[in-house]
């Protein structure tokens, strides 16, 4: 009995220590659970918590002892913005916009306010400049009407 029990608790130990897989959000398979509405309000709550965490760090960054809250912050913020950069390559980029769409204003439009996105949240990953979320905010909402439009 013994010799049955200690193999079988090793690999009981081992699967549940193992690193579980994560699912990708935009996994590129046609599953329909993610659409437009849901993956647009992300992006403006990614947007706001950038916003937010850029007031909090100028905030609290002038006094050492808040030095711990203001690292999350930073990383807060930083995540927020990939997480936009990831959303307009992966779902927007490799899904949404269609080449077939490639020859008109409105596909070319699209592009250049996506390009904006993702390079307005890379601005906001490098500093606390509130214009910057404020640029990212208004290609947004351009790109949000452009994308509509259709």
């Avoid at 046609?30 to 992300?42: Q, R, S, T, W």
């Avoid at 960054?61 to 990383?75: C, F, H, P, Y």
């Avoid at 949404?96 to 306010?113: A, M």
Wanted: neutral net charge; hydrophobic residues 40%; charged residues 20%.
């Amino acid at each position: 009995m013994k010799k049955f029990i200690l193999p079988t608790l090793l690999a009981a130990t081992a699967f549940t220590l193992a690193p579980t897989p994560s699912a990708d959000a935009h996994c590129q398979v046609p599953c329909g659970i993610y659409d437009d509405a849901n993956v647009l309000a992300e992006m403006k709550t990614d947007i706001a918590t950038i916003k937010k965490a850029m007031g909090q760090i100028t905030e609290l960054a002038g006094d050492s002892k808040n030095a711990n809250q203001v690292t999350r912050w930073v990383n807060n913020k930083e995540q927020h913005a990939q997480n936009i950069q990831d959303t307009v390559a992966k779902y927007f980029l490799a899904q949404r916009i269609k080449l077939d769409e490639s020859n008109s204003e409105e596909y070319i439009k699209k592009l250049t306010l996506l390009h904006q996105i993702t390079v307005y949240a890379m601005k906001c990953k490098q500093t606390t400049d509130v214009e910057n979320v404020t640029k990212l905010d208004a290609a947004y909402q351009a790109f949000v009407k452009a994308y509509h439009a259709h």
